[in-house]
């Protein structure tokens, strides 16, 4: 089996592509090995992290490309926008908020995402908003 393909977004803008070897919702570190490097573990604490994108690709550009959207039934939970302090704003669809976890896993909009799912530092979150139609769409979590 191949291993997962991610992207590592750091708080302080920085940038690793690698390969996922453990990430644990509770666990206060990830480890991956570099995609060009290879070479021995690599332990990330989350607290240096803003977003882990597991990605189909590296290749794929990083910038936002319309696409179709993804049925509603693909995606079990609520329709969230992300907020960071440094101003970006992601959106996706969450299946839960446990504050006993170090962050949530964000499911892609668009079905033809580069990004499989994302799961989003609770630390390096500014804010969560609901964007449900149900919600109305202005409650922040």
Known sequence: ????????RFRDGRVMRGHLVRLRPTDSHLVVTEADKGGPEIRIPLAELKAIFFVRSFSGSGKHQPG????????VGRKVGVRFP???????YARGFDTTQKGFFLYPIE?????????????AVEEVKTLDRESGGAEWL
């Open 111 to 123: 079905a033809n995402s580069n990004n499989r799912k994302i799961f989003v530092v609770r630390d």
């Open 1 to 8: 089996m191949e291993p997962e393909k991610i992207i590592a």
């Open 86 to 92: 440094d101003g970006e704003v992601i959106t996706g």
């Open 68 to 75: 179709e959207k993804a049925a509603s039934v693909d995606y």
